[in-house]
């Protein structure tokens, strides 16, 4: 029944991987006129123009491309074509995840980034999480012991300039400004997909502590048998999960396709009256 079990969640996860194809145009695309560019009149035009010059356009385009080059990464890793009519699958225990993971936060973080139909909203997410980038290149600068151009403060006031001019209030501006982390992201964008985003979470924390080697995650998520055990210690044999591995990589392609329909809407054209 196991064996029966993991072949159609197999079968469903090869569905997926050849169903995301239709995203690796956003590694692919030429730049110069690809479908990123926002049209005149659009709703990204005007973020891009009142984040400048941390377009916001830019920030969520990458964000899908990156998911995007995870998801046929995965692909890739799971499915090798040996000739035109044969084709394997290789299971990991642990890698995979990583790549499932880096699929769902990266489109997540693009859903995040545009659901909202509220324009204030969008920017103030796009400043946080410009926020949190320039943290982290602080820490990477600091480390090594480098010297951005210009220094943290005088990069986070620019920030707050930016969140003020566009409508932020005066005592908000600290709160709105705050770092966001992935459990947050990934939540809030979970939100936008409906009644199940709520699983979104519990898939991506799954990855992620499998990521991390966790040994929690590996007794949630992989399958195990047991090999020998001493008094209160067990020697277990863990094994992958298509099972596991599917639904996370449904959690990204929901994502993916999310954030693609998004950006697809903020950067059209206005429709003429």
Not at 55 to 60: C, E, G, I, W
Not at 96 to 125: C, F, K, P, T, Y
Request: aromatic letters at 4%; hydrophobic letters at 40%; one cysteine or more.
């Amino acid at each position: 029944m196991e064996d029966r079990d993991e072949q159609q969640h197999l079968q469903a996860l090869v569905e997926l991987l050849e169903h995301g194809r239709q995203f690796e145009d956003l590694t692919t695309a030429d730049p110069s006129a690809g479908p990123w560019k926002p049209a005149a009149g659009s709703d990204l035009e005007a973020d891009d123009v009142a984040v400048a010059p941390y377009h916001l356009s830019h920030a969520a385009w990458l964000a899908l491309t990156v998911a995007g080059d995870h998801l046929r990464a995965l692909r890739t890793s799971v499915l090798t074509e040996e000739s035109a009519d044969r084709v394997t699958a290789t299971l990991h225990t642990h890698a995979q995840a990583s790549l499932a993971r880096g699929v769902i936060e990266n489109a997540a973080r693009a859903v995040w980034l545009l659901a909202s139909d509220d324009r204030l909203i969008r920017i103030q997410r796009r400043l946080a999480l410009q926020k949190k980038d320039i943290g982290s290149s602080t820490k990477l600068h600091d480390f090594l012991g480098g010297k951005t151009p210009r220094t943290k403060e005088v990069r986070e006031e620019e920030l707050r300039q930016l969140a003020l001019r566009a409508g932020t209030p005066p005592d908000r501006v600290k709160a709105i400004l705050k770092a966001p982390d992935y459990t947050e992201i990934v939540r809030e964008a979970g939100d936008h997909m409906g009644p199940h985003g709520k699983m979104a979470v519990a898939m991506w924390s799954g990855c992620s502590s499998l990521a991390h080697g966790d040994l929690s995650g590996a007794l949630i998520f992989l399958a195990r048998e047991a090999v020998s055990q001493d008094e209160n210690v067990m020697l277990a044999r863990m094994t992958g999960s298509f099972g596991m591995l599917r639904h996370c990589t449904a959690v990204g392609v929901a994502f993916l396709g999310r954030g693609s329909a998004l950006y697809r809407s903020r950067a059209g054209a206005p429709a003429s009256s």
